[in-house]
């Protein structure tokens, strides 16, 4: 019985023993692991851009994409040329200086827009070439404030942008023309006033509806851009993350990440 015991320990101990650190990210085998230990199987050729990459913006042509990478080390903004699926350009922002989420190029593919998360800016870029040439920011708010600039989306014509401010429960409606913020729309929030409030992350715009995915509540915001009013509220999942419309505009898919779903809304 002394025996048996020991081995039941020993066994016991084995099991109980934590597993080997496995180093999160690109995998040699081509797969992708999570910090919460998901292995990921992407499809496709994979072109290593940079550190958490988060926001994608095409350029009108179709030859580049613009990536914001968003890690906890040097943040940068990547444009990949696509034919040559290589990384061609990096711009590297170093602490304090930030970057999150959202970039988007202009219709006429001349201009680049790309949120600076907590540096309470809008950066705008020059593009020629598939070159970026980084210009004088616009300010949403000083430096400090609760404010974080998050999602981006660019009207048809190319002169509002809508930035989503994560901290400030709000969207930006900047005049790029003047460059500065024309309008602040406020979102509905009933949660407790002390808490971070709906923390609205992607944008996306069909027309004259803007839809807002928000973090804290668990769907999509609409908008109506001409009268700057909240017109609805869809709910899709906790934690409703990126956004995507299909070509025709008429339907809308939310990635709800802290439940792993897809939402399509009519």
């Avoid at 950066?123 to 949403?140: C, K, M, N, S």
């Avoid at 901290?167 to 006033?193: C, K, Q, Y």
């Avoid at 509540?217 to 956004?243: E, F, K, Q, W, Y």
């Amino acid at each position: 019985m002394r025996s048996l015991a020991v081995l039941v320990l020993l066994g016991g101990a084995a099991c109980g023993r934590p597993p080997a650190a496995a180093r999160v990210g690109p995998q040699p085998d081509g797969t992708g692991l999570t910090p919460n230990h998901w292995r990921l199987t992407p499809a496709g050729v994979q072109v290593e851009v940079g550190d958490r990459p988060l926001g994608l913006a095409l350029t009108p042509d179709g030859r580049h994409l613009l990536v914001s990478n968003n890690g906890q080390g040097v943040q940068s903004l990547a444009v990949v040329d696509l034919a040559s699926r290589s990384v061609v350009q990096t711009l590297p922002y170093p602490a304090p200086e930030a970057l999150f989420l959202g970039v988007v190029v202009s219709p006429d593919g001349r201009r680049a827009y790309a949120s600076g998360g907590g540096n309470n800016t809008i950066r705008v870029y020059d593009l020629d070439q598939g070159r970026l040439f980084e210009r004088e920011p616009i300010a949403l708010g000083a430096r400090g404030a609760r404010v974080y600039a998050a999602g981006l989306a660019l009207s048809a014509d190319g002169k509002t942008l809508y930035a989503a401010l994560n901290l400030a429960g709000a969207v930006a409606v900047v005049d790029l023309p003047i460059r500065s913020v024309r309008a602040s729309i406020r979102l509905p929030w009933t949660g407790r006033p002390d808490d971070l409030g709906p923390l609205p992350y992607a944008l996306a715009l069909a027309g004259s509806r803007l839809y807002v995915s928000e973090w804290s509540g668990g769907g999509v915001t609409v908008i109506d851009v001409d009268g700057l009013s909240v017109r609805g509220h869809v709910p899709t999942g906790a934690h409703a993350s990126a956004l995507a419309l299909s070509p025709d505009g008429t339907r809308l898919y939310v990635a709800n990440a802290t439940g792993d779903t897809v939402s399509a809304v009519d």
